[in-house]
C-alpha cells in the first residue's frame, strides 16, 4: 500500500543523501519522491511515497525521526490532502493526430507547452489516477518521453 | 580580538567538553591538529591502527561513562576507523570521530588520500559532519558532544578539510547550537509508567530483562530496588550484565544463545515482561513467533524505533530509564501501600527450582584446563572488581558465562557487531579511563592476532592491562557451528601452533607467562594480576571445548542444547 510521508528537515547539504540512504538499508522502497525549500529557506520539505504495510510506515517514521535534521514528518491521510504531480509528456503528433491529441488534452485540462513538426510536449498536474489515464490514452500516439516531479501533497484545511 | 588557527579551535572546543585523553594515529591531512594538539594537555595515545583508535575511545567510553574521542586522517585513516565507528554505533557508545579532509578545492576530485568519510559511515554513525566553513567548526564539535552522548548515544564523525584546520577564527566567536530537529524524550508518560505499575502489580508471574540501556542511563540502582521491593527476577542481555548483581538471588544471569537455561526457560513462562533498555536482539530472542509465547511486554527504551521493532509491545515507555524507573517504583509503592500486588513465591520458587535444575557447568573433573575454569579463577583472584573486555566468539561467552559481573560497566563487550580485536583495545581504553581498576582482556587467540599490533601501544604508554588468552588453536565458535551444524569440517578454522605468544609480547616489550597444566593457573594469574606491566597469559586450555548452553540458530530458546 502507497503511503504519502512529508518530511521537513534543514536545508543542508548531504540531508537527502542521509535520508535515501535510510532506506536503502532499512530495506524500504521509494515510489516517488520531491524536494524543495520551504517559504523558509532554511528548511526544505521532502515528500516521499512508499510502498509499505502500515507497522513499516510506522517503522520508516521513527527511523526518519532519528535522523538529527529531521525537524518534523507527517503521515499524510489520503482522505484529508490535495495532492499533486506535474507531468511532461513528449508525445509522437503530426498533422493527422494533432487534432485529436488536443482534444483530449483540453478535456483533461492539460497544456501544450512545445509544439514541433512531429512531436507536442504536453504539461499536466493532478492527481496520479487523472495522468495515469490520460497517459492511456496518449500511449497509441507513440509516447517518446514521460517525466515526472514526484508527488507533493498538502493537508486540507487551516491544519498544517 | 584575538585569532587562533581552526587546529586549536579544535583544542580549544575539545578542551570545553572536557576532553582530556584522545586516541588516534596521525597523517597527512591531520598535520595541523597533531601540531595544535603537541602544545595542549590533551592526552593523545598514539595506536598502530586506526581502528584500534576508535575501540580504544569505545572502551574509555564504556567504562567511564564519558565520550570517547578519536583522531585520523583523510582517506585510509578514516575508513580504517569505520569498524570501530559501526561498533560503537551497535551498542550505542558515544564516541566522536575526528577525521582530517583533503582541501576544501580538492573535493571530489579523488585527490591523493581522499575518500567520502561522511558518505561511507552514515549508516553506522548517529550523525555527520563535514565541516566547510570554519564559522561552522565550533558548532559542529559542540553539536558532535551533545548528539553523541545524549538520547541514544552513538558515534558521531567530523571531517574537516586541512584548510580549514589552518585557518585563522576569532578565539572568542560565538556559538549557538540549537538543534531544531534534536529533542530527546527524558521524561515517560505517566500515565503509561500507571499502567505499567498496576499491570505488574497484577502480574503473578513477571521478570525484568534489564539491557545496556540501563547501564548507559545509570540506572541500575534504582533497578535494583525496584525489583527487590516488587520481588521479580532480572534477566539481562550481554549488555545489559553489571546492571544487576549476578549473585543476587534475583538475578538469572543472561538470556539467549548462550544465556543459561533458567534464564530461557523463565522467558518462556513467564507471564510479563519489563524490558529497561533493551532491543531483543536475535540472540536474545531465538525464533521470534516462539519467544516468550504467555508473556505481554511492557518496553522502557529511550528510543522510540525500538519498541515494537521486533515484537509486539503492551504498554510503551519512552524516555531515560533511570527517570522512568524512579518514577514506576513510586506508582508501584503505591500499589503496595493499596495491597494491590500478586503473591509471587510461587513464580520466585519456580524460578528458583530452575536455577537448581540447570546451572552453568562444565566438566570441573578434567585434568586439561578449561576455558571456563580459568574465567572463574579469574573471577575469584579479581573478587570480581576487575574490569573485563572480551574479543569475539567462544571467549566472549565464557567471559559472560563464568564471571559474575555485580556492577555497571564492569564488562565491556562488542555485543551488536560482533567484531573480533575489540578487546585489546577497549581493555586500553578502559584502563586509561579507569587506570585505578584492574583490566583484563579475556581473549581468544583468533581475535588477539587482528591486533596484537596493539601491544605497542599499552607497552609504550605504560598502560598495564592483563590480557587472559585462552587458546585452543581454533576460530572456536566457528568450529564450534562447524562441529554441531557442518558435519566437522573443520575449513579453515585451525590455527594451531601458528604463533608464540610469549615471544610476541615480549618482542613488545611485555611479559609472557604460559600456562599448560590446570595446576598452573590460579598462580599463573596472581602472578599476572601482580607484574606492573602489560602481561598476556598463554592458557593453552582444552581444544575443542564448546559453549554450552546453546540455541541452535533459528531454534526456540526454550530448546537449549546441553554438553552430554
Known amino acids: 500500500m502507497n503511503h504519502i510521508i512529508s518530511v521537513l528537515v534543514e536545508n543542508k547539504a548531504g540531508v537527502l543523501a542521509k535520508i535515501s540512504g535510510l532506506f536503502s538499508r532499512r530495506g524500504y522502497n521509494i515510489e516517488s519522491l520531491a524536494v524543495g525549500p520551504t517559504d523558509d529557506e532554511r528548511i526544505s520539505r521532502i515528500t516521499l511515497v512508499v510502498d509499505a504495510d502500515e507497522r513499516s510506515v510506522e517503522q520508516i517514521i521513527k527511523q526518519l525521526y532519528k535522523l538529527i535534521n529531521v525537524i518534523k514528518i507527517q503521515k499524510l491521510e489520503p ?12 508525445v509522437n503528433a503530426d498533422s493527422k493526430t494533432r487534432g485529436e491529441i488536443v482534444e483530449i488534452v483540453n478535456v483533461f485540462r492539460a497544456n501544450i507547452v512545445d509544439v514541433a513538426k512531429k512531436t507536442l510536449i504536453i504539461e499536466i498536474t493532478g492527481s496520479s489516477q487523472k495522468v495515469k489515464a490520460l497517459q492511456d490514452l496518449l500511449r497509441p500516439f507513440g509516447i517518446l518521453e514521460l517525466v515526472r516531479t514526484g508527488k507533493i501533497a498538502c493537508t486540507r484545511g487551516s491544519k498544517y | 580580538m584575538s585569532k587562533i588557527t581552526g587546529a586549536q579551535m579544535i583544542i580549544k ?22 601540531d595544535a594538539l603537541f602544545d595542549s594537555d590533551i592526552r593523545h595515545i598514539l595506536v598502530r591502527h586506526e581502528q584500534c583508535a576508535a575501540h580504544a575511545a569505545d572502551g574509555y567510553a564504556r567504562a567511564t561513562g564519558k565520550t570517547g574521542v578519536c583522531i585520523a586522517t583523510s582517506g585510509p585513516g578514516a575508513t580504517n576507523l569505520v569498524t570501530g565507528i559501526a561498533n560503537a554505533n551497535m551498542d550505542s557508545i558515544p564516541i566522536v570521530a575526528i577525521t582530517g579532509q583533503v582541501e576544501r578545492s580538492q573535493i571530489g576530485t579523488d585527490a591523493f588520500q581522499e575518500a567520502d568519510i561522511t558518505g561511507i559511515v552514515t549508516p553506522v554513525t548517529k550523525h555527520t559532519y563535514l565541516v566547510k566553513d570554519i564559522k561552522e567548526l565550533p558548532v559542529a564539535i559542540k553539536q558532535a558532544f551533545l548528539i553523541a552522548s545524549t538520547g541514544r548515544p552513538g558515534p558521531v564523525l567530523i571531517d574537516i578539510p586541512v584548510d580549514i584546520q589552518t585557518e585563522l577564527i576569532d578565539e572568542n566567536i560565538k556559538v549557538d547550537i540549537n538543534l531544531t530537529g534534536y529533542k530527546p524524550t527524558v521524561k515517560g508518560h505517566l500515565k503509561q509508567i500507571k499502567d505499567a505499575a498496576k499491570k505488574i502489580a497484577r502480574s503473578k508471574k513477571p521478570v525484568i530483562f534489564s539491557g545496556g540501556g540501563v547501564i548507559i542511563s545509570g540506572a541500575s540502582e534504582i533497578l535494583q530496588e525496584f525489583a527487590r521491593t516488587a520481588r521479580i527476577p532480572v534477566i539481562t542481555s550481554l549488555m545489559g550484565k553489571g546492571s544487576f548483581p549476578e549473585t543476587d538471588p534475583l538475578s538469572l544471569g543472561m538470556a539467549g544463545m548462550h544465556g543459561t537455561k533458567y534464564a530461557n526457560l523463565a522467558f518462556t513462562e513467564c507471564d510479563l515482561i519489563i524490558a529497561v533498555g533493551v532491543r531483543f536482539d536475535d540472540r536474545i530472542t531465538g525464533k521470534l513467533s516462539e519467544f516468550a509465547p504467555g508473556a505481554e511486554v511492557i518496553h522502557i527504551d ?40 500478586q503473591d509471587r513465591e510461587e513464580w520466585l520458587a519456580r524460578v528458583k527450582k530452575l536455577k537448581e535444575d540447570f546451572p552453568l ?14 574465567v572463574e579463577k579469574i573471577y575469584e583472584l579479581t573478587g570480581g572488581d576487575a574490569i573485563i573486555c572480551t574479543e569475539v566468539g567462544q571467549n566472549q561467552m565464557w567471559a559472560a558465562q563464568f564471571y559474575k559481573y555485580t556492577k555497571p560497566r564492569t564488562l565491556i563487550s562488542s555485543g551488536g557487531l560482533g567484531t573480533m580485536g575489540f578487546g585489546l583495545p577497549a581493555s586500553i581504553g578502559a584502563k586509561v579511563g579507569r587506570p585505578d581498576k584492574t583490566v583484563i582482556d579475556i581473549a581468544g587467540d583468533g581475535s588477539i592476532q587482528m591486533v596484537s599490533q596493539e601491544f605497542a601501544t599499552a607497552v609504550s604508554n605504560k598502560i598495564n592491562i592483563k590480557v587472559m588468552l585462552l587458546n585452543n588453536g581454533y576460530l572456536g565458535m566457528v568450529r564450534q557451528w562447524q562441529e554441531f551444524f557442518w558435519n566437522k569440517r573443520y575449513s579453515n578454522t585451525c590455527i594451531k601452533e601458528s604463533v608464540d605468544f610469549v615471544k610476541l609480547i615480549e618482542a613488545y616489550g611485555g611479559v609472557g607467562l604460559r600456562v599448560t597444566k590446570k ?46
Do not use: Q
Open chain 2, 361 to 374: 557447568t562444565y566438566d570441573r573433573k578434567s585434568n586439561k584446563i578449561k576455558p571456563a575454569y580459568v
Open chain 2, 302 to 341: 529511550i528510543d522510540p524505533a525500538e519498541i515494537g521493532k521486533n515484537i509486539k509491545v503492551l504498554i510503551p515507555i519512552v524516555g531515560d530509564a533511570k527517570t522512568i524507573l524512579t518514577d514506576l517504583k513510586e506508582e508501584y509503592d503505591k500499589c503496595i501501600e493499596k495491597k494491590e500486588t
Open chain 2, 519 to 564: 595446576e598452573e593457573v590460579e598462580d599463573a594469574i596472581k602472578k599476572a594480576l601482580s607484574i606492573d606491566n602489560v602481561v598476556l597469559v598463554d592458557f593453552h586450555v582444552d581444544c575443542e571445548e564448546n559453549v554450552y548452553p546453546m540455541v541452535a540458530p533459528g531454534a526456540s530458546i526454550s530448546n537449549m542444547l546441553e554438553s552430554v
Open chain 2, 13 to 34: 572546543c575539545l578542551k570545553e567538553e572536557g576532553v582530556d585523553v584522545a586516541f588516534g594515529y596521525p597523517g597527512g591531512k591531520v598535520i595541523p591538529l597533531y
Open chain 1, 79 to 90: 482522505s484529508n490532502i490535495v495532492e499533486r504531480e506535474l507531468v511532461l509528456i513528449k
